[in-house]
């Protein structure tokens, strides 16, 4: 009897799934670089990994096919996708043999060109569809971040890939690779997996009537996206295998950190809020550690910049180390070796920011969500920039004070670090809440396009 166990990355908002095959073997499906999670549990359940299984070229995690190849498994994908480095190149309708399941590639072109759902069948009967981005909960994955050429092409492919798959049994469970809170998808449902009924009576991409009014629910509801999605898609053409050195982080002493930095490096603190604000390296960049970290490293620094941390020391540093692999940032030079003591003890400049709650807002805001977020309800009055485009805005902005806020206040910290860094001052992070718990604190209403 097949298991199926998905594994969920909260940050990047995707899923794997590891197939028990019913036989001692295990494949996964859409593995992410970092190979541990799926390794521990096939060896908790006594299975073997044998076969890795892609839907497509992914954008925005570096895959862990070549991994799982390195201890034994066989990497199956579309012949099209052109990996360099040993795999079963399959086309539509060919099957994989599993001994006594099989599955079964359905091209399913629109997300990328190459894209194939995988179809999982005991005989003649489906059990399951893997989906990859083809058909989503609740929507499909976006079609532009290819090129922007490209983009019609694709989202005509994704109707027409849409269409074959809904044809599908009613009750056929879908599996899809991306999920809430994946830069990779147009607005859906917070679920993580669906059926195909569930999808032809809810999903109001697979409801429109025709090609065009496909093209407008799709293409209207898409957001802007990291840059680093506009190479990854070429690295995991033969992503470079892990080695013994790089799941560690080394302490560097405070001068290494200072030549480093002289030389080009980005300082990264990574330790929550609060501290942050209370005292930080002058000059660095706040990203808490926390599921979406490797999201915003990923839009807001180059990743052939060496890369130095500052942690607090009960944070862990095999999740920053696995997040900062998982997309494809190599340059990991280590962390300060004791900290913002240390930085303190050595007399170094440091920098504060000032923190209120909600309630407390005055003067100039800036509020650096995302676009549909401050759609949604905004303080009247409000400078609106999204933080991935902060940088390129910083000159346009109101002089003087300014408070800036988002809906927690952990990206408002990454905002205010990008501002200081830029020379700004008499800077305000909101903390403990956003838009909403300002109109409760305050009584007066959002403002709304």
């Known amino acids: 009897m097949s298991e199926i166990h998905p594994l969920v990355d909260e940050g990047l908002g995707n899923s794997s799934y590891l197939v028990d095959l019913g036989d001692g073997r295990a494949l996964v499906v859409d593995p992410v670089r970092d190979p ?12 073997r990994v044998t076969h890795s299984v892609e839907t497509h070229l992914h954008a925005d995690f570096v895959s862990g096919s070549r991994e799982l190849a390195a201890r034994g498994a066989r990497v199956v994908a579309a012949r099209a996708a052109g990996l360099r480095y040993p795999y079963q190149g399959v086309d539509d309708e060919e099957e994989l043999d599993l001994g006594g399941l099989r599955l079964r590639a359905v091209a399913a072109p629109g997300h990328t060109p190459e894209q194939l759902a995988w179809l999982l069948l005991d005989g003649g009967e489906p059990l399951a569809l893997f989906s990859g981005g083809a058909l989503l909960v609740g929507g499909v994955a976006r079609t532009d971040l290819i090129a922007p050429d490209q983009t019609g092409p694709l989202t005509r492919a994704a109707w027409r890939s849409l269409r074959r798959l809904r044809a599908l049994p009613d009750d056929l469970r879908v599996y899809p690779t991306h999920g809430a809170g994946s830069f990779c998808t147009a607005p859906g449902n917070a679920e993580r997996t669906t059926t195909i009924g569930a999808e032809r009576a809810h999903n109001p991409l697979l ?33 470079r295998l892990l080695g013994a050195g790089d799941r560690a982080l080394p302490a560097l002493p405070v001068e290494r950190v200072r030549r480093l930095l002289a030389d080009g490096a980005v300082l990264v603190d990574v330790r929550p809020v609060d501290a942050f604000a209370a005292g930080h ?24 910049r060496p890369l130095v941390f500052v942690l607090a020391p009960g944070q862990d540093r095999a999740d920053l180390v696995r997040q900062c692999r998982n997309i494809g940032y190599e340059r990991l030079a280590g962390e300060l070796a004791g900290g913002m003591a240390a930085w303190s003890a050595a007399g170094l400049p440091a920098g504060r920011i000032e923190q209120v709650a ?42 003087g004070p300014l408070t800036v806020m988002c809906s927690h206040g952990q990206r408002a910290t990454t905002a205010a670090s ?21 109109s409760a604190a305050t009584g007066r209403p959002l403002a709304r396009p």
């Open 36 to 47: 541990s999670a799926y390794l521990e549990l096939a060896e908790r359940r006594r299975l």
């Open 207 to 239: 409801a429109a009537p025709d090609e065009e009014a496909f093209a407008e629910r799709l293409l209207g509801g898409l957001g802007s996206f990291p840059p680093y999605f506009l190479r990854l898609r070429e690295v995991n053409r033969r992503p």
């Open 281 to 304: 390296p002058t000059g660095a960049l706040s990203i808490a550690l926390r599921p979406a970290f490797a999201t915003w490293l990923g839009w807001l620094v180059e990743a052939d």
């Open 358 to 399: 909600p309630g407390e807002i005055a003067g100039p805001v800036l509020d650096i969500r995302q676009a549909s977020e401050v759609e949604a309800g905004h303080l009247p009055g409000a400078a609106a920039v999204e933080l991935g485009a902060l940088e390129g805005a910083i000159g346009g902005l109101p002089a």
């Open 418 to 438: 990008l501002l200081a860094r830029a020379g700004r001052r008499d800077l305000r992070v909101v903390v403990g809440g956003g838009a909403a718990e300002w």
